[in-house]
């Protein structure tokens, strides 16, 4: 199977290998998406895209020795099993491999929080500095509290029928959760040593991916102009903003729907085109997702 660069959260599982068990379908799955699947005792190397929210890997029974790398970077190596989770929050494809330890099938639980969800949680906790507050990416980590909400999650996903309203508070409890025990702040997660884009060709590269936001997404091409690898790049531009270079282009895109729509009298569809997505139903999948609101019901809210 072709692995995209980037990809939905509906269909990460598609590219993540292994059986899909359970899946979360339905109204009751708006605010957090999940999915149950059984995996191959052992993967040589598998390709995952990157997506735009963040999303525990949670692993349910089995024990494996579990490698992960970006950008063919080396492979970092841990020992996960019943328990053990991994929250990974966006940034670039990577690699996995993993190969298992004992007979006990290998199950994993797949959980990605909406963002619109997550932002309330940060804007909760972190009250004025949300707007420089993101969470961190941690592997192979043991976590009392996510596993009690996802296991309870678990079961509402094993109903044949979810409740909505039930989901909808262990969506807001993961979420709140997560923003309290993994919320950094960009002045925390920064430090005078740490290595990133001077200011200059930092202002360069947004300036032009302002300019340019109707363009397709190409890491590559941003990685060229700044003269650095894509997996160099990828790290410097995320330490100097907090978001991945593919994150921050979303962000420009929707930013610049939202003045089009409270600005102008554009038509929805107009709109879509001016900021580059020639598909309507996935802007406007995607603009509800990450403001909570159709764009249609945005506007009328002037």
Request: aromatic residues 10%; hydrophobic residues 40%; glycine residues 8%.
């Amino acid at each position: 199977m072709s692995v995209p660069e980037t990809t939905s959260a509906e269909a990460f599982w598609r590219y993540a290998g292994g059986e899909c068990l359970f899946e979360g379908r339905g109204e009751a799955w708006r605010d957090i998406k999940a999915w149950v699947t059984a995996l191959p005792s052992n993967v040589d190397t598998m390709h995952l895209p990157s997506v735009s929210e963040p999303f525990l890997a949670w692993t349910i029974s089995g024990e494996v020795d579990f490698q992960e790398r970006e950008g063919g970077g080396p492979w970092l190596t841990n020992r996960i099993r019943k328990g053990s989770f991994f929250l990974t929050t966006g940034g670039a494809p990577y690699d996995v491999r993993w190969r298992a330890v004992g007979d006990e099938p290998f199950e994993s639980m797949l959980v990605f929080v909406e963002l619109p969800v997550l932002q309330r949680a940060l804007d909760e906790v972190f009250g004025g500095a949300a707007t420089h507050a993101r969470l961190r990416d941690a592997s192979a980590f043991n976590d009392e509290g996510l596993n009690s909400l996802l296991g309870l999650l678990r079961e509402e996903l094993m109903r044949p029928q979810a409740s909505p309203l039930f989901v909808e508070a262990i969506a807001q409890a993961v979420a709140i959760h997560l923003a309290r025990n993994y919320g950094v702040t960009d002045e925390e997660s920064h430090t005078s040593s740490s290595p990133s884009l001077p200011g200059y060709k930092l202002r360069q590269l947004t300036d032009w991916m302002a300019e340019h936001l109707a363009e397709e997404f190409s890491l590559e091409r941003l990685a060229a102009q700044a003269g650095l690898s894509k997996f160099h790049f990828q790290r410097l531009f995320k330490a100097a903003t907090g978001v991945s270079p593919s994150r921050y282009h979303i962000d420009l895109r929707i930013n610049e729907a939202r003045r089009l729509l409270r600005e102008t009298k554009l038509g929805v569809i107009e709109v879509a085109l001016e900021v580059g997505y020639t598909n309507p139903s996935h802007f406007a999948r995607l603009f509800r997702r990450e403001t909570g609101l159709s764009p249609s019901d945005y506007r009328r809210q002037r």
